[in-house]
């Protein structure tokens, strides 16, 4: 018992040490704090960690286009409303056609409600060549071959099928396609490079691949994309004009809690230059005259507003064809519109005894069809789009932005006439009589 007493005592005067040790303030140990966050230690040390991302382009990258500076830029103090540009020819060839068929002559040859395979395998019996399908066909053609040589009776019998074809001598193979590659020698001039172009974008035709120093466009389609390139390239090299749009897009805030009063135009400019007034499904387009410009216009909206520019740029349509400017492509930045496109047909010409611009300009969005408006214009004359609520962008059930806000489109048309060479006039960009003397030709 008193062993049992004796070590109790001692370790008592262990404790006891200890603790008094413990409370001597030279000798506290200080601990290092951390933080947690997800299960993860974070200090000073730590290296950032990032979820991984999926295998996608990056914004920035997807968003880089030598195109760009040439269709998203607008030289307002240097515009032509009517310039002249020489007539040159653009030629379209097709890409991949192989080697050159054997010089076997056909002769006495029918072929009815047969695939394109079937038919030339039945015209090729009997030699070491084979028809090989690198995507089904079903399209059955009918036809008869008279004579002629073994090029132009395959060439007949892939353009009733709509499909192509190439052949490797080596392997003495005819190979069928669906889809190939073709390539247009465009012309020097950037305003027709942009009429051909912007007119394959407005057909829904994208994955164009140009090269803007020797001036050519490669571009992979089927038939039909083959045959709506052929007229719109036979149009622009037909016709004697093409149409132009410079634009400045803007959404504006109202200074107040109260709307844009927009009647404000007319005291402001004089009715005489407030000529057409366009009611849509959504906002309104006015025509108006040449003193309602991109700095005017600007002037009036600052006096009510916050007027901030969101977009900017150009785009070339050939005479009755449809093109489209996608606002999101030439935007300053992110922003609610930017899923905004804004396409155009339209033709010049005699309009009810006058030489008028007859446009159709509708605004869609990836939802569809946001208004459209039917205009009517003379040369010189611009189009300010009115009235569309900046809440038409919105998705969010609630918005930091002001139910008053608005998108302002204002466009200025232009006409690009393509002459002879050796019929240029000393101006080019006609103004005053010129211009007039020009357009009366």
Known sequence: ???????????????????????????????????????????????PIFPKKAALTTDTARRFSIELPKRCTVDWDNQAVVSVVPEEKIEMMRLDTGDKLPDLMVSDYDFKRQTVRAALDKLLEGTKIAVVEEEPMFEKISGSIASGNLADAVDLMAKL???????????????????????????????????????????DMRN??????????????????????????????????????????????????????????????????????????????????????SKTLQEFLSQQSNVVLISQGRFVVPNGWQSRFDIGQCGKEERLETDLIVGATAKYGDYGGRDKIDAKI?????????????????????????????????????????????????????????????????????????LRDYLNE
């Open 208 to 293: 164009l691949l140009v090269d803007w120093q020797d001036k050519t466009l490669v571009f992979e389609g089927n038939y039909q994309t083959e045959r709506e390139v052929t007229k719109i390239i036979s149009d622009i090299s037909s016709k004697k004009y093409v149409l132009a749009w410079d634009m400045d897009v803007y959404r504006v805030y109202p200074k107040t809690d109260n709307p844009i009063i927009w009647m404000n135009l007319l005291p402001a400019f004089g009715e005489k230059n407030i000529k057409m007034s366009i009611p849509g499904v959504v906002g309104r387009a006015l025509v108006v005259g040449s003193e309602i410009n």
């Open 1 to 47: 018992m008193k062993k049992a007493f004796k070590y109790l005592v001692i370790t008592g005067l262990v404790f006891g040490m200890c603790g008094c040790k413990h409370l001597e303030p030279q000798d506290t140990v200080e601990y290092d704090t951390v933080q947690v966050i997800d299960n993860l230690v974070i200090d000073e040390n730590s290296v």
């Open 161 to 203: 099928g709509r499909v192509y074809y190439s052949y490797d001598d080596t392997t003495k193979e005819i190979h069928l396609f669906n889809r190939t590659k073709w390539l247009i020698k465009m012309p020097k001039d950037e305003s027709i490079i942009m009429a051909l172009l912007d007119a394959m974008h407005g057909a």
């Open 362 to 434: 509708v605004l869609r969005t990836s939802n569809g069809e946001l208004s459209s408006f039917n205009i009517p214009s003379s040369v010189g004359d611009n189009y300010v789009i009115i009235g569309i609520p900046t809440h038409s962008f919105v998705t969010t059930p609630e918005t930091l932005i002001s139910p008053f806000a608005e998108l302002v489109v204002f466009m200025s048309p232009r006409i690009i006439s393509i002459v002879d060479a050796q019929k240029i006039p000393a101006n080019p960009e006609l103004v005053g009589d010129a």
